[in-house]
Structures are given as C-alpha cells and as structure tokens.
C-alpha cells in the first residue's frame, strides 16, 4: 500500500522547490511522482501540426522523488508523515503519525 497515492495534496520538504504545495498528478514508478507546478523544467519543443502543438520553450513536470515531499495534514496546516494502520475488519487505512487522524480518502 503506498503512502502517498495519486490525487493526494503533498508539500515538498528538500530540493528547489521546498515549501510548495502541489497535488500529485501521477506515480511515474514505485518511487517517483508527477507533482502540479513542481519541478518545473523548460523544454524546447517542435511544433507538430498533425497533433496540434505549437512550437516554443514550454514548461514541463519533471518527477520528483517521493522521500522529497511529505502529505500535507489540512488540520495542522503543515506536512505530516504517514502510517499505516490495520482496523479490526482486517482493512488497512493510512493515518497521519502526529494525530493518529485518519488521511481523508481523495477521489483519484
């Protein structure tokens, strides 16, 4: 079960980017994810008339890894760790490690 999941609100904790809060768009591979507005690189890219794109410097999001970002907990306004707990039904549910409050389910 990941930690951090698609559709999640993270705040990242190291790199250029440190402090931004974004939403992960996507989970490139076990470890990396694709952040909104973080990680942000130029790229010059050929326009490609059947497709419909124009040429220019565009910005892209570059996957970032995920021990870099940490969820953020909208009831401390801060970020927080995670773990994971099993109830008594035998279901896992993530819970953030300062409260011990349930992660709110996002629909992804």
């Known amino acids: 079960?990941?930690?951090?999941?698609?559709?999640?609100?993270?705040v990242v904790i190291t790199g250029r980017d440190k402090g931004k809060r974004g939403v992960v768009l996507?989970?490139?591979?076990?470890?990396?994810?694709?952040?909104?507005?973080?990680?942000?690189?130029?790229?010059?890219?050929?326009?490609?008339?059947m497709k419909?794109?124009?040429g220019g410097i565009v910005?892209?999001?570059?996957p970032i890894d995920q021990s870099n970002v940490a969820l953020y907990n909208p009831a401390t306004q801060k970020a927080d760790r995670v773990a994971i707990q099993i109830q008594e039904d035998g279901k896992k549910i993530?819970?953030?490690k300062s409260s011990k409050a349930p992660v709110p389910s996002t629909v992804a």
């Open 1 to 10: 079960m990941n930690k951090i999941r698609k559709g999640d609100e993270v």
């Open 26 to 49: 996507a989970r490139v591979d076990e470890q990396h994810l694709l952040v909104e507005g973080i990680n942000l690189v130029k790229k010059h890219q050929k326009p490609n008339p």
């Open 52 to 54: 419909g794109e124009q």
């Open 59 to 62: 910005d892209k999001a570059m």
């Open 94 to 96: 993530r819970v953030f």
